[in-house]
């Protein structure tokens, strides 16, 4: 009677970390790029780029520029960004870079192809999310006001698109974008705050269903081959 106790505990811990829900903050900032952390019950996963230690000057010329370019590139944002192809907005810099090559409407249209691949190989995983909250903010600035307007319109014809296939893949609470205009600005400035939940179970069942696809592919293959 004692040992079916112990199960029926074990059995009862088990399901609890199973279900218990695995929060993921999302932010960007133009000052410091993309940041996020994780929380899962009292264990916290801060992963937010921080600066590296200054160190003495090195009397190489190209030295400095090795070591800024490990700097942007380094961090767990960076590594993962990269994993995903958005290392475009791994780093303030980044981000600046691809702005100043592409615009903002270039980087959201890269930001959605992107995501639109991403849910194909993994829509069944991602749509288990849920963004209790979602907040995009757009501030069209310069100086020209007939160059603004034209931003205006351009980011909002490319950030429909996004909002479109996000809504359609995942589950959203009332999701907040703003673009708005400010010819005061010097020029245009993207904010994001996001808090995804998932639970455990949501990866322990994608990664079985994933295990099964690819032993039934891998049987199919050989009695084809056979």
């Not at 069209?140 to 996004?162: F, K």
Request: net charge positive; glycine share 8%; proline share 4%.
């Amino acid at each position: 009677m004692v040992a079916l106790w112990i199960l029926l505990g074990i059995a009862a811990l088990i399901a609890f970390l199973l279900i218990a829900p695995l929060h993921i903050y999302l932010s960007y900032r133009p000052e410091t790029g993309f940041a996020f952390q994780l929380r899962y019950l009292f264990l916290r996963l801060p992963a937010r780029r921080q600066p590296q230690a200054q160190r003495p000057a090195v009397k190489k010329a190209e030295a400095p520029k090795k070591a800024e370019k490990k700097k942007s590139g380094g961090g767990i944002v960076a590594a993962f960004l990269d994993f995903l192809g958005l290392s475009s907005i791994s780093s303030a810099a980044n981000a600046r870079r691809t702005i100043d090559a592409v615009g903002v409407v270039g980087l959201l249209r890269e930001v959605t192809s992107v995501l639109r691949a991403i849910f194909v190989r993994t829509g069944r995983l991602l749509k288990k999310g849920v963004f209790r909250r979602f907040s995009l903010s757009i501030l069209c600035g310069g100086d020209d006001a007939a160059d603004v307007a034209m931003a205006y319109g351009h980011i909002c014809a490319a950030l429909y698109p996004l909002m479109g296939l996000l809504e359609q893949n995942m589950r959203m609470r009332q999701p907040r974008t703003s673009v708005t205009c400010d010819y005061k600005a010097p020029a245009i400035a993207v904010t994001f705050d996001g808090h995804l939940v998932y639970r455990p179970c949501h990866f322990v069942s994608y990664f079985f269903w994933f295990v099964g696809r690819y032993l039934i592919n891998k049987l199919r293959k050989g009695r084809s081959a056979a």
